[in-house]
T-cell receptor, first 115, second 109 residues
């Protein structure tokens, strides 16, 4: 059973370009969470999605950031018109359902560098 | 004040020492997680607990819900335990995790 997969592992974008980060949850998991780790800072929640639904996006910056988790395919975190401050490690995690009894399993992360 | 506070921020130990990392939180939670992040950056879940104590190999995690406090212990520490250890709490109302700043552990041979 493959773990949570993220790609690309490293992404370099120039200021103003778009970044697309992909997350494939573990098999059988329908809940995906995105977290961001800025340099020298702790992890911060961004968004929680179920298939075709955004459940909680309270941690997402209000502009330029969007996330989706379609019925088929991976979850996508999209950052438009990237700026240097978007440089960070972006982790996704998945769980089979929500609730306190279920672990979240983390992917290896995508390291975004904006030049 | 952060909702999740860890101490110490940095910890250096000699191989074989007993290590304790502490986590205090100020909100109601449904579960608490201990995570390990290695220099390569990947995150591994060590424990998820909502009461009492769990043990896995040389690692022990405890939680006191009344005092809003958890500890992670490592017995007979080894250089391969060198990593950042992160405490995270899951809110009562949802599934989002709130993280502590992490404890950088270095175990010297």
């Amino acid at each position: 059973n493959a773990g949570v997969m993220q790609n690309p592992r490293h992404l370099v974008r120039r200021r103003g370009q778009e970044a697309r980060l992909r997350c494939s949850p573990m098999k059988g998991h329908s809940h995906v969470y995105w977290y961001r780790q800025l340099p020298e800072e702790g992890l911060k929640f961004m968004v929680y999605l179920q298939k075709e639904n955004i459940i909680d996006e309270s941690g997402m910056p209000k502009e330029r950031f969007s996330a989706e988790f379609p019925k088929e395919g991976p979850s996508i975190l999209r950052i438009q018109q990237v700026v240097r401050g978007d440089s960070a490690a972006y982790f996704c995690a998945s769980s089979p359902t929500s609730g306190a009894g279920y672990e979240q399993y983390f992917g290896p992360g995508t390291r975004l560098t904006v030049t | 004040k952060n909702e999740v506070e860890q101490s110490p921020q940095n910890l250096t130990a000699q191989e074989g020492e007993f290590i304790t990392i502490n986590c205090s939180y100020s909100v109601g939670i449904s579960a608490l997680h201990w995570l390990q992040q290695h220099p390569g950056g990947g995150i591994v879940s060590l424990f998820m607990l909502s009461s009492g104590k769990k043990k896995h190999g040389r690692l022990i995690a405890t939680i006191n819900i009344q005092e809003k406090h958890s500890s992670l212990h490592i017995t007979a520490s080894h250089p391969r335990d060198s990593a950042v250890y992160i405490c995270a709490v899951r809110s009562v109302s949802g599934s989002r995790l709130t993280f502590g700043e992490g404890t950088q552990l270095t175990v010297n041979p």
